[in-house]
């Protein structure tokens, strides 16, 4: 067998190791095009950083360089070491350090396995996460896409054909959880903390605002429910009871405003499919209210599971999959962009 790295790019069908590592999370897996996902496997820095409340960049990027070399040794013995056709890494968006961390083993690896890399868009690998799952969705489909930093509605036409519709104006959804979070005295990650304490609580106990409901257009606006927040917090007694309702609450209003923006865009656009993904696509509530939702007006929903609705390395290695055909054979640089808007990205050729 010819081993150069030109002839490995043509050798079809493609097994792509993937590697994420774009903020707090540590991530490899192998995804083989005949036979779908052989493993992926994380690493959380969640511990890392719950002292300080939030990612410290720095900290982050260490613990990548700790971190990424073994996770990647144990997906390709847990996937039984198969002939890797290329490695495809989270190019960006994200923290710049944390990304040159991953850019430069899937540089280093490439080199040294005469392997071709691709640098992949970490929202992309997000919106194409459902297709990890049984019954895929088929293009196109309209995507929720709800992160730490994101909230849009994109109109998915293909594999790089992604228009966005709508997006927050200020916070990101998976901000204000967080946000929320903290004002809670809850800590970090918000998300989970706040879902767990609205389960004790009741979602009718304050009627927070529902941002940019009645008008028209698909933006969001989440910053002035933070505010109600606030002001709940400081007018309320401080009990236990008293922030399960504020959690509660807050998580209703955000789940009835995703809901309806979504319901929205599908009347709007006459997709027959919702894909939701990112880190608050996690959460329990908005799962269920968005299946009721998809029931009641006949559209097909689609979620990964919750843990690859958070950051993980099974869609960056499907996504590598999926671009087959663009892999960059031979010596490539370490290359990472901390910016990168979804709607520059092409087809592949
Ligand atoms: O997609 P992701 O893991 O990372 C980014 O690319 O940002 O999303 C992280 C966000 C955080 O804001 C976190 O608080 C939120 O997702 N999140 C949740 C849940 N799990 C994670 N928000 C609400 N409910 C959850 N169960
Ligand atoms: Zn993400």
Same mark, same amino acid.
């Given at each position: 067998?010819?081993?150069?790295?030109?002839?490995?790019?043509?050798?079809? %069908?493609?097994?792509?190791?993937?590697?994420?590592?774009?903020?707090?999370?540590?991530?490899?897996?192998?995804?083989?095009?005949?036979?779908?996902?052989?493993?992926?496997?994380? =690493?959380?820095?969640?511990?890392?950083?719950?002292?300080?409340?939030?990612?410290?960049?720095?900290?982050?990027?260490?613990?990548?360089?700790?971190?990424? &070399? %073994?996770?990647?040794?144990?997906?390709?013995?847990?996937?039984?070491?198969?002939?890797?056709?290329?490695?495809?890494?989270?190019?960006?968006?994200?923290?710049?350090?944390?990304?040159?961390?991953?850019? *430069?083993?899937?540089?280093?690896?490439?080199? *040294?396995?005469?392997?071709?890399?691709?640098?992949?868009?970490?929202?992309?690998?997000?919106?194409?996460?459902?297709?990890?799952?049984?019954?895929?969705?088929?293009?196109?489909?309209?995507? &929720?896409?709800?992160?730490?930093? =994101?909230?849009?509605?994109?109109?998915?036409?293909?594999?790089?054909?992604?228009? #966005?519709?709508?997006?927050?104006?200020?916070?990101?959804?998976?901000?204000?959880?967080?946000?929320?979070?903290?004002?809670?005295?809850?800590?970090?990650?918000?998300?989970?903390?706040?879902?767990?304490?609205?389960? #004790?609580?009741? %979602?009718?106990?304050? =009627? +927070?605002?529902?941002?940019?409901?009645?008008?028209?257009? &698909?933006? +969001?606006? +989440?910053?002035?429910?933070?505010?109600?927040?606030?002001?709940?917090?400081?007018?309320?007694?401080?009990?236990?009871?008293?922030?399960?309702?504020?959690?509660?609450?807050?998580?209703?209003?955000?789940?009835?405003?995703?809901?309806?923006?979504?319901?929205?865009?599908?009347?709007?656009?006459?997709? #027959?499919?919702?894909?939701?993904?990112?880190?608050?696509?996690?959460?329990?509530?908005?799962?269920?209210?968005?299946?009721?939702?998809?029931?009641?007006?006949?559209?097909?929903?689609?979620?990964?599971?919750?843990? +690859?609705?958070?950051?993980?390395?099974?869609?960056?290695?499907?996504?590598?999959?999926?671009?087959? *055909?663009?892999?960059?054979?031979?010596?490539?640089?370490?290359?990472?962009?901390?910016?990168?808007?979804?709607?520059?990205?092409?087809?592949?050729?």
């Amino acid at each position: 067998m010819n081993n150069t790295p030109e002839l490995r790019t043509l050798q079809r %069908p493609s097994i792509i190791l993937g590697i994420e590592s774009s903020c707090d999370e540590s991530a490899a897996a192998i995804y083989s095009g005949e036979s779908g996902l052989l493993a992926h496997a994380l =690493h959380s820095q969640v511990d890392l950083h719950a002292e300080y409340g939030g990612v410290v960049p720095e900290l982050a990027s260490r613990d990548h360089i700790r971190k990424l &070399l %073994p996770l990647i040794d144990h997906v390709r013995a847990e996937a039984g070491h198969p002939a890797l056709t290329g490695i495809a890494y989270t190019r960006g968006p994200g923290l710049m350090g944390a990304l040159l961390v991953g850019a *430069s083993v899937a540089a280093g690896l490439g080199m *040294s396995l005469s392997l071709p890399v691709l640098g992949v868009h970490h929202m992309e690998g997000h919106l194409l996460s459902p297709l990890l799952e049984e019954n895929p969705p088929a293009f196109p489909y309209l995507a &929720l896409l709800v992160s730490g930093g =994101h909230t849009l509605l994109v109109a998915v036409d293909g594999l790089g054909r992604y228009r #966005q519709l709508g997006r927050s104006v200020d916070d990101a959804v998976g901000e204000a959880f967080d946000k929320t979070a903290k004002m809670l005295g809850l800590g970090y990650p918000g998300g989970p903390a706040v879902a767990a304490l609205a389960a #004790q609580g009741d %979602p009718a106990a304050h =009627h +927070f605002p529902r941002p940019m409901l009645n008008r028209p257009g &698909l933006d +969001f606006s +989440f910053s002035g429910l933070k505010t109600a927040v606030m002001l709940a917090i400081k007018a309320g007694d401080g009990s236990p009871q008293a922030a399960a309702d504020i959690a509660a609450s807050f998580q209703q209003a955000v789940i009835d405003t995703l809901v309806a923006k979504c319901a929205r865009a599908i009347r709007e656009t006459g997709f #027959q499919r919702l894909v939701v993904a990112g880190g608050v696509g996690a959460n329990a509530g908005l799962r269920a209210a968005l299946a009721e939702r998809a029931a009641q007006d006949s559209f097909a929903l689609h979620f990964p599971r919750p843990e +690859f609705c958070t950051d993980n390395a099974a869609m960056i290695a499907l996504a590598g999959a999926m671009r087959a *055909s663009e892999f960059t054979a031979g010596i490539v640089g370490a290359e990472a962009v901390a910016r990168w808007p979804l709607e520059d990205l092409a087809a592949p050729v």
